[in-house]
């Protein structure tokens, strides 16, 4: 069984195997904890970013998918990049956030990675109401079929923090 964890802080300034980026769909860095992970990771996670690009992501990584490329100057072995869907109002997007976990364990598992630092994939910029974040993160590590042995959330805030706590 995983051991689930929560730290309210910096994913940036974690130590795991793999860190999780919370990734644009062109890999090429952006705001948040995307633009947090390429700046402190430095260049060789934006020179893998667009060796990807350029060969079978040519047109950019698909909302629920992950991949993994060099963590650089982090305190990692690898960043597995996801892509997380916008909430919407209108249209149940669920099953692509779950999808962002489901894939980003899978890959995890091919690396050999053990530790996992996830963030709240969706739940920033990109306007996913956090509790069902929460919901959806925790739910979907409890039930994966994975070797990792510790996924961590580490969340930008308090509010943050008190949606994943509550749901462990």
Not at 55 to 82: K, P
Not at 112 to 127: D, K
Not at 152 to 161: H, K, N, S
């Amino acid at each position: 069984m995983t051991l689930i964890t929560l730290v309210l802080g910096d994913i940036t300034r974690q130590s795991a195997d793999a860190l999780v980026n919370a990734a644009n769909s062109s890999l090429l860095g952006g705001g948040g904890v995307d633009g947090a992970i390429h700046r402190r990771g430095g260049p060789a996670i934006l020179a893998d970013c667009r060796r990807l690009r350029a060969g079978h992501l040519g047109r950019g990584l698909a909302t629920g998918g992950a991949v993994a490329t060099t963590a650089g100057e982090l305190d990692a072995r690898w960043v597995i990049h996801t892509v997380g869907p916008r909430w919407a109002r209108d249209e149940d997007r669920s099953e692509l956030l779950v999808s962002c976990y489901r894939e980003s364990l899978r890959v995890a598992d091919e690396l050999g990675a053990r530790t996992v630092a996830f963030p709240a994939v969706s739940a920033g910029i990109y306007g996913w109401p956090v509790d069902d974040a929460a919901r959806i993160a925790v739910e979907t590590v409890r039930a994966a079929r994975t070797g990792v042995e510790e996924v961590r959330f580490v969340l930008f805030d308090e509010a943050a923090y008190a949606a994943f706590a509550a749901r462990l």
